[in-house]
């Protein structure tokens, strides 16, 4: 194959003589030994098997106390990253009362890798991370866990999550998006990028890495250099992470996973996307962003149903690990926000004001 890499053969999912998920199924990597040593909590860690037959590594994190809290929130990263590194705002979370579930998305972190060469980031389609969050939604409802549910996604993370919100009906009652990807920023995101990778993915060169790309993840660079974030601690915090526990990281991304994602990004610039979401979305964006483009975001915003834009003034693309003052300025926001009600449909608010 001129694809210079072999793809991990799909499985279906192990199941039950009822055709319910088993209690127990091969368990992924556990959540990994903090770079300071504090661990995580015991028994956090849930396997989960996709419909299609991935191994995902889930979390669910409980707040103190026996009561039910304000609900659960749904944390889904982006691309590259891992559980672990979101370890600050679970504990932010839990002491605001939330449940706290997140997740590897497939082909990073502790999941299952799609190729057997495990470093380089690759998903066929963008609608295959669709089914990793219908597998976590499927594992919140078994468990019961504490309504309402909110979603918070970064990045490609949240790329996914206005798809899965934009079909309308969704369990969760409100969004928040930090610095979405809806474009690309930077000149790979241009349209000789799209035609690029397409191409290339056409003749058989998918699996291949992106030109110039290399195995070592973006945040291993210095600080000075880096596109994340201005908080030299919560960097090199990132940074010890990967060094301590290299097997989370994954490097540059496939061409493959170039055109998928372009062909994700190709949906939301339909005149009616969006029209049929019934969940409120807040997304919160970069205003020094150079991953990805933050006028695009602003633009969808407009045009998504009950979707408001907020711009941070000087933060970088990672808007929660970035400065104090960055950060509280996410969490004033988010704390309006959530939680709250679910957009009403056009006929529930004409039969209630009639």
Known sequence: MPNGGTVTTRRKAVRSPDNSMPDLLPMPAALSEPPDGLPFPPHAVVPIVTR?????RAAVFRPAGDGMGKGTVLLLQGRAEFMEKYREVFGELLERGFTVVSFDWRGQGGSERLLRRGLAGHVEDFDDYQLDLEAVIGEMRARGLPEPWSMLAHSTGGCIGLHHIARGASPFRRAVLTAPLIGIAGPGGGLAGQ???RV???LG???RRIPFGTDMPRTQGPFEDNPFTRDRARYATMRGWLERHPHLGIGDPTIGWVAAAFHALDRFEADDFG???RTPVLMLLAGA???VKTA???RLALRFRGATALVLPGARHEIL???DETRALFWAAFDAFVPGEEIRSDREETVEGA
């Open 321 to 323: 690990m970035e400065t």
């Open 296 to 298: 695009m975001a602003e």
């Open 52 to 56: 299609d037959g991935y191994r995902l």
């Open 195 to 197: 035609l690029l990778s």
């Open 275 to 277: 029209q049929r979401a």
């Open 200 to 202: 290339c993915s056409a």
């Open 205 to 207: 060169f998918a699996t």
């Open 289 to 291: 962003d150079m991953v």
